[in-house]
């Protein structure tokens, strides 16, 4: 299905199923508002009245973003900004009646992709969520690519982990075998394997993809 809302200097795209744009806001008219903006622009709506409410929802498994009133009836907004901190494919856009200097500092720092007055013009609102969800999208992907790469690294036998993190910070074959005790022809060998397991055709790739591994738990035995 497509992105419907055509983000300024970006072509339209297809997605995998309709984004979802959760709206949390203590006010239902204002949900119901909002749900109706989110709908005009092709992506399904998902209303909460508070914090809890929303993490009682199940997660979305599309392009996603939170839509999320400053000043919300129990757990803040930027309460609840922090307790979904883990889920880097939902970018956080805050809406607020009033202007509030601190709060705005506290959500830009705490990762908030926006911070909007309820005020804003309908076709700003648009291009937001719009951008929201591209990033959304893009950090999808790049979880999708990371847990390929673990898959990978994770089907290496131990000799071909040791061979690889080794190679990566660029030992020789030679002084590879040397620091491993074996020799250099049987490195060559666990080097070809390792190489066609982790699907790198070249050096420069399989460099690129250990650091891609390198802040999750499935690459630091490699290192």
């Known amino acids: ?22 709206i949390v806001d203590g006010d239902e008219s204002v949900r119901n508002a909002l749900a109706v903006v989110v709908r ?5 709506p998902r209303t909460a009245a508070s914090a809890e409410e929303f993490l009682a929802q199940e997660r979305a498994r599309t392009p996603n973003c939170l839509l999320v009133e400053l000043d919300l009836p129990g757990s803040s907004g930027l309460d609840l900004q922090r307790r979904v901190a883990d889920r880097v494919d939902m970018p956080v856009i805050f809406t607020s009646r009033r202007a509030d200097i601190q709060a705005t500092v506290l959500a830009m720092k705490g ?18 969520i719009c951008g929201a969800l591209e990033r959304s999208e893009a950090a999808q992907r790049q979880l999708i690519q ?39 022809i049987t490195v060559k060998a666990h080097r070809g ?29 490699c290192s």
């Not at 005009?40 to 399904?44: K, P």
């Not at 036998?157 to 030679?174: D, F, I, T």
């Open 1 to 22: 299905m497509y992105l419907k809302h055509t983000c300024p200097g970006q072509r339209r795209y297809e997605l995998p199923t309709t984004p979802v744009v959760f």
């Open 40 to 44: 005009s622009g092709g992506w399904e």
């Open 111 to 128: 990762g908030a992709f926006e911070f909007l007055p309820k005020s804003v013009p309908l076709e700003v609102l648009l291009d937001t």
């Open 146 to 184: 990371i847990q390929a790469l673990q898959e990978r690294y994770e089907s290496l036998s131990r000799r071909e982990r040791e061979v690889m993190s080794l190679v990566v910070v660029g030992r020789l074959n030679k002084q590879v075998g040397g620091e491993l005790g074996i020799s250099e």
């Open 193 to 221: 394997k390792m190489m066609r397991k982790m699907c790198a055709a070249s050096f420069a790739e399989l460099v690129t993809m250990a650091a891609s591994l390198s802040g999750t738990s499935a690459h630091r035995s």
